[in-house]
């Protein structure tokens, strides 16, 4: 979703104010619904800056990947509501029911969501959470990629992105086959959103396969994209950009193949090189 601006460039020696398009940002605020005993509770969760469109995916993927439900079974429904507010009539709020109130961590709400959550790990109240709602551990050794179709697979998100060719300023993730095949795209202008659409999509389509897939993601690496990849159990992130310390940390405590600084003919691999195979 874009909007049209006035720009003043400077080219070829002289300024010139033409019409623009720009990637639009606006808060999200997400708020469950679940049931105590016989009461329902309304709880707003977290405020998000993003791209407006595929709302429900990203409340979904964050859901899930925050594992304040284990099963997307578990959401009985995702609705915008409010009035559609600001310069572009958008509604900025978004509802998920639950249908299972047992499996709500209500102390882990309050603890670690009730802040701004688009700043990423700022939100969490410890670095080692995951280790507490990570069980399952991801494969060590597959799947193997080729070096080819490492370095092709950014140039297959970015030509495959319908917003970042109009306005050059938003990120997307996408879900590849160990193959190279674009499995599914989703943008935003908040790397983590763009995830979050990603994952919420491809659970409720039932496309993951984390034995025969990866991720690559625009931008840089950080710690929030790690934990997020390694919820769904995929075992290889692909970055352009360079993945922090964190990231890396992160990576190599669950065994994830992590790969940034993407060229033509030239990536880091930063932990587990067991699933990069330079002859395929």
Known sequence: MNSKYKVTKFRSAKFQTVNDLVSIEEPLEISIKYKNKTKWIIQTLSITMRTPGHDEDLVRGFLFNEQIVQDIKHIQSIKSFGDKVGKYKIQNKILATLNNPQNVNIAKIKREFLTNSSCGVCGKSSLDALEIIKKDKISLTEPRLSKQVIVKSPDTLRNNQSEFSKTGGIHASG?????????????????????????????????????????TCSGRLNFELVQKVLMTNIGILIGVGAPTSLAIDLANKFGLTLIGFVKNNSFNIYSNNQKVVVKY
Do not use: C, M, W
Request: charged share 25%; no cysteine.
């Open 175 to 215: 879900l590849f086959t160990s193959a190279g095949k674009l499995v599914a795209i989703r943008e935003d202008v908040g790397r983590h959103n763009a995830l979050d659409k990603l994952i919420g999509y491809t659970l409720k389509n039932k496309l993951l396969k984390p034995e025969n897939q990866f991720i």
